[in-house]
């Protein structure tokens, strides 16, 4: 069946550093992938995303590369800022629309 | 602009209990979705609504029903409530279904404390 993994959490940087948060997915056909992330006690929002394979969705200086040799969507961010802290989730979507979602990263970036 | 509304935002309901969930999607979307998101747990897709039919069902328990009415807005209703039932319910609503990729809005969902 169709799922996502994460690299598993907390994950803590300084502010400025790289970030990469690791996702693959398993899934018949050609997916559309997502990342979307999540504030404390608020919804989700859609971060990026890309439906094809060599895509590279962008936003906010996040980017993730749509790599269909290696079924793999990792989030990228050259200099995190404290307020980047928040978990991330990468996410699926095949026929039907629904999100399948990988069980999320938290990440904390310290001043 | 806009967005998806949840209400109530929180809600505390006793073991047994029922409880309603309402889902007011964007303006022309005709397209929504239930998710559960467990303490620490990645959201679970429920059950989907296109034009008003159900498109797609997920982890629902029979315990839990849902519709989408004429004016597209939603209701998750649950009986018989556990505490295993305890979660933040998503809605999410976007146009169209099917392989019609647009972008689907969340809500800020319905924090459920069963006790």
């Known amino acids: 069946g169709n799922s996502v993994t994460q690299m598993e959490g907390p994950v803590t940087l300084s502010e400025e550093a790289f970030l990469t948060i690791n996702c693959t997915y398993t899934a018949t056909g050609y997916p559309s992938l997502f990342w979307y992330v999540q504030y404390p006690g608020e919804g989700l929002q859609l971060l990026l995303k890309a439906t094809k394979a060599d895509d590279k969705g962008s936003n906010k200086g996040f980017e993730a590369t749509y790599r269909k040799e290696t079924t793999s969507f990792h989030l990228e961010k050259g200099s995190v800022q404290v307020s980047d802290s928040a978990v991330y989730f990468c996410a699926l979507s095949r026929s039907g629309g629904k999100l399948i979602f990988g069980q999320g990263t938290e990440l904390s970036v310290k001043p | 602009a806009a967005g998806v509304i949840q209400s109530p935002r929180h809600l505390i309901k006793e073991k ?16 929504v979705y239930w998710y559960q998101q467990g303490p620490g747990q990645d959201p679970q897709f429920l059950i989907s609504f296109y034009e008003k039919m159900q498109s797609d069902k997920g982890s629902i328990p029979d315990r839990f029903s849902a519709q989408q009415f004429s004016d597209y807005h939603s209701e998750l209703n649950m009986s018989s409530l556990e505490l295993g039932d305890s979660a933040l319910y998503f809605c999410a609503s976007r146009v169209g279904s099917g392989q019609d990729l647009t972008e689907a809005f969340f809500g800020q969902g319905t924090r459920l404390t069963v006790v």
């Open chain 2, 16 to 31: 047994r209990e029922t409880a309603t969930l309402k889902c007011y999607p964007i303006p022309r979307h005709d397209t």
